[in-house]
């Protein structure tokens, strides 16, 4: 490749380079005529655009406007002047900053760069990446200058980018051509992995480079001086690398299946530590120096659309994560403040996922069978209740899947929409506009509904709607922040709704809690001694009339006749660890639920605001098993342990 001379420099300057080398190399080089030019006036005079006297004239008016107290460029002068056309000015101020216009018609791209841009991409934007080189890519594109383009491709490749302008008409045939031959583009789906060690680092595309949290958080700490003071806080939240390394950690977040991430800051000198919340517990999982606490903080609120400049309040929002690049998963924020005017971030991931089978969802055979027949009813109320984070939204989208027909209307009221649903009308309640679930509510019901969904109901006034609703036709699902079934009735009649209407409209209560499933990998069996059985079997009858030795006995005699296999040998499993569960010895969650069917005696209860006591007992007589008691049903099947169990249940 040769390299343009003076009469070259005068036309649209477009390169055909051989060779991705050739074509870095021209790139590192500065050029050898404008490049040596001091200003850009002189790199005008070397391109022969303009004339001596031109320039003379220009700078004379340039000095005159300075001293009117108005700054103006030079080539906007001279532009005015019809010196030259804006076109050439913007050549030459290219080339000049060393930007050539490229024709790609003999360069075969880089297999690394054409990894770390998907094809969709490239294609719907325009772009074709070229080669890498150490945290760079160079990009060919229809116009380097579009800036929100630039933005995306920033966060979407991690990488400093070397925009460059492709020759007209070009581009198409080239992107084509270059993802023909590499298959680079193809998505992979991410393995769960240790995000820590740089293996789960979950690149989207198969041979991208992107890099881990934990090189990234090296990076800072290989750049970063000795903690002073007066050096703690200059880190700005527009730092690429601390835009990465968010990036990366929201990242891997999502490949490990996380539910929460944790930023808690302290103050200087300690580290800003970073945990992640897998299957309900919190793990440890980075520590950043301590000069980037505000920083980091200050670009989660960019991120989410918040206020960076209030540190007083606590603020909530949310993150579009596609925006940035990264997979469809919506992000709740809460920013709280902490001592001494810092603040601590909370991320809580919303992955849109599918709606699971109700058969998915960990429901006994009894009461999987039970609830199947509860959803026959045409009107009614169902209720799941269970603290936060405990599966409720599933598992009321599990039910209303069994139900979902081209023969019901069913509509959703939610805050916010976790998982979508085709053929449901799902409908985003917005308090801060007055669109509150009471609200949609009362719109649904003018709507022609067969099925109504409320995400939760917060006050008496969306639960006295809801019952309404429920006895004038229409079945009604769900939630409640209680611990159990029977509770839920007491909370419900505490904040003043009719016993009567209560008692007519209730179907059925699911309470439920989420406990680690064992890792079946790396599990290992235990023969299950007397005492240990005995033990188990108080706790499992703790909760009603029948704990005494005879009661506890019969119990054991059940359960190996249930699941001795054969031979009345029972086995407990324990957790070990090994590589497909990270060492925890737990892989996943499941439920573990309690379902109170409404019948003639629980009525009788409603109808007297019987305390939660006495509903329990008469549930347990109607064959209603505890949380306690599904959740050593399942010990007993393999597929948790009682410490699990114990830990998500309270009698």
Known sequence: MTAPTDQDLSLPE?????????????LTTPHP????????????????????????????????????????????????????????????????????MVDPAHLVPEAPALALVPRTVAERESVLPLLTREDSLVLLMADPFDRVLLDELRFLTQRRLIPMQAAPGSLGPAISRAYSIHTGDQSKSP????????????????????????????????????????????????DNTLVRLINSVIDEAINQHASDIHIETEPAPQNVRIRL????????????PARFRFALVARIKVMASMDISEHRKPQDGKIDFSRFGGPPVELRVVTVPT??????????????AKPLPL???????????????????????????????CGKTTSLHSVIRDINTAGRKIWTAEDPIEITQSGLRQVQVNPRIGWTFAAAMRTFLRADPDVIMIGEMRDEETARIAIEASLTGHLVLSTLHTNSAPESIARLLEIGLDPFNFSDSLLAILAQRLVRRLCTACREAVPADGETLQSMASQYLASGTGNTAEGRSALVERWRKNYGGGTGELQLWRRQGCKECDGHGYRGRMGIHEL?????????????????????????????????????????QGLTDMSEVLGATNL
């Open 277 to 288: 919340r897998i299957d309900g517990d919190l793990t440890p999982y980075l520590e950043l």
């Open 33 to 100: 005529v404008i490049g040596k030019a001091r200003h850009l006036g002189e790199a005008l005079l070397h391109a022969g655009l303009i004339t001596p006297s031109a320039l003379a004239s220009s700078l004379q008016m340039q000095r005159l406007e300075r001293d009117k107290g108005r700054d103006r460029p030079i080539g906007q002068i001279l532009v005015e002047q019809h010196d030259l056309t804006q076109d050439q000015l913007r050549q030459v101020i290219s080339t000049w900053l060393g930007e050539y």
């Open 191 to 238: 393995k769960r992995g240790n995000g820590a060690s740089g293996n789960g680092n979950g690149s989207r595309m198969q041979g991208s480079a992107r890099a881990s949290s934990q090189e990234l958080v090296q990076n800072l700490n290989s750049t970063a001086t000795e903690y002073d003071s007066a050096e703690a806080d200059v880190v700005s939240e527009s």
């Open 596 to 636: 109170m069917i409404s019948d003639e005696a629980i009525r009788h209860h409603i109808r007297h605001r019987a305390p939660a006591s006495e509903l329990r007992l008469s549930a347990l007589e109607a064959g209603m098993l505890t949380l306690r008691q599904d959740g050593i049903e399942k010990v007993l």
């Open 359 to 389: 058969d998915a969802i960990g429901l006994s055979p009894a009461n999987l069978l039970a609830m199947r027949e509860i959803m026959k009813k045409t009107y009614g109320l169902i209720l799941v209740v269970g603290p936060t984070g």
């Open 339 to 352: 001592s001494r005017g810092l603040e601590d971030v909370v991320l809580r991931l919303l992955a849109g």
């Open 14 to 26: 477009c390169i055909q380079p051989d060779s991705t080398e050739a074509l870095w190399k021209l």
